[in-house]
């Protein structure tokens, strides 16, 4: 269903995007935004930190499997 609007809607555009910061300007106020995206900054740092380790972790899992294998 939410694929369905999406394709119907479409994704927003210039105008759409003004209006969407004007009310989040209305809402938090300006001083708030900076704090905003400093948190929002923060939060995708840290899922992309959590996401290469576990990438890391199952390249190491991998290899080590690889490992037994051979010497077997």
């Known amino acids: 269903m939410e694929l369905n609007a999406i394709l119907l809607f ?3 555009g210039g105008l759409e995007w003004v209006i969407i910061g004007l009310v989040v300007l209305l809402l938090f106020g300006a001083k708030r935004i900076p704090e905003l995206a400093r948190g929002l900054g923060s939060g995708i740092r840290e899922f992309k930190d959590a996401k290469n ?3 890391e972790e199952l390249e190491k899992g991998i290899k080590e499997e690889e490992k037994k294998k051979e010497e077997k």
Do not use: A
């Open 10 to 12: 479409g994704m927003p």
């Open 53 to 55: 380790q576990i990438s």
